[in-house]
Nanobody
Framework: EVQLVESGGGLVQAGGSLRLSCAASGFTFDDYAIGWFRQAPGKEREGVSYIITNDGSTYYADSVKGRFTISTDNAKNTVYLQMNSLKPEDTAVYYC?????????????????WGQGTQVTVSS
């Protein structure tokens, strides 16, 4: 069964950095799109970034562009989100999710499998 496990969250001061990991299992890694989402208290889940694992193409939300970098290690079935210059407004639970590439439509931000999330807290 498809499983995604996030790790790497924690408490960091504004301006600091964290690297999140999403370890995937149960599917052929390079046939999927994998996205990062976040959900802050009282807010809807929002798309942060995605990567196509077989060609490396990426997308970033405007709110994180220039600060976050998504990458993949296909051999390890792992996707990373390097988060630099963190701001208090980045505080949220961060989730990774995936959809079979042939079913994936970028503009719809629809995914089929989700991890349980990892908490990121940025203090001022």
């Amino acid at each position: 069964e498809v499983q995604l496990v996030e790790s790497g969250g924690g408490l960091v001061q504004a301006g600091g950095s964290l690297r999140l990991s999403c370890a995937a299992s149960g599917f052929t890694f390079d046939d999927y799109a994998i996205g990062w989402f976040r959900q802050a208290p009282g807010k809807e889940r929002e798309g942060v970034s995605y990567i196509i694992t077989n060609d490396g193409s990426t997308y970033y939300a405007d709110s994180v562009k220039g600060r976050f970098t998504i990458s993949t290690d296909n051999a390890k079935n792992t996707v990373y989100l390097q988060m630099n210059s963190l701001k208090p407004e980045d505080t949220a639970v961060y989730y990774c999710a995936t959809r079979l590439l042939r079913l994936w439509v970028p503009s719809k931000w629809e995914y089929d499998y989700w991890g349980q999330g990892t908490q990121v807290t940025v203090s001022s």
